[in-house]
């Protein structure tokens, strides 16, 4: 079954998130260093990173498991910055922090490198913005 999240965006800061099934509900706060007003709140930036951070790190397993590499213990931390183009705009960026317990940087590096072409995150990030993966 295909996830379906919805929002009220236009009425910054009141606006929220729920998801269709009411498991994830958030009131959306837009940053100060973008022209809101923060407060309590999450952003859009928070939410992708969240999911880019969790969706990576399925890929990460899956990719270990189909290279028969067991994983004792996995963690992605992605950090998206919002920030102002060249053309007035704003754009994303995003770097996926990554760290493998058992296991080398540079392994660490490949099983990231390997989960970056399967993610469907990075898939759909590809050639849009800037994504850099570090291994700890």
Not at 26 to 47: F, R, W, Y
Not at 63 to 76: E, F, M, N, S, Y
Request: proline share 6%.
């Amino acid at each position: 079954m295909p996830s379906r999240c919805s929002s009220r965006p236009p009425g910054w800061p009141a606006a929220g998130l729920q998801t269709d099934d009411g498991q994830v509900s958030h009131t959306l706060a837009m940053p100060i260093s973008v022209g809101g007003k923060g407060g309590t709140g999450t952003n859009p930036e928070q939410l992708f990173a969240a999911g880019y951070a969790a969706c990576f790190e399925s890929a990460l397993r899956l990719v270990a498991r189909l290279q028969k590499k067991p994983l004792k213990d996995a963690t992605i931390t992605a950090r998206v910055t919002l920030g102002k183009t060249d053309d007035g705009g704003f754009g994303l960026a995003a770097e996926l922090h990554g760290h493998v317990d058992g296991v080398s940087r540079d392994e660490t590096r490949a099983l990231m490198e390997a989960a970056h072409q399967v993610c469907p995150y990075s898939k759909a990030t590809r050639g849009n913005i800037q994504v850099t993966l570090v291994a700890e």
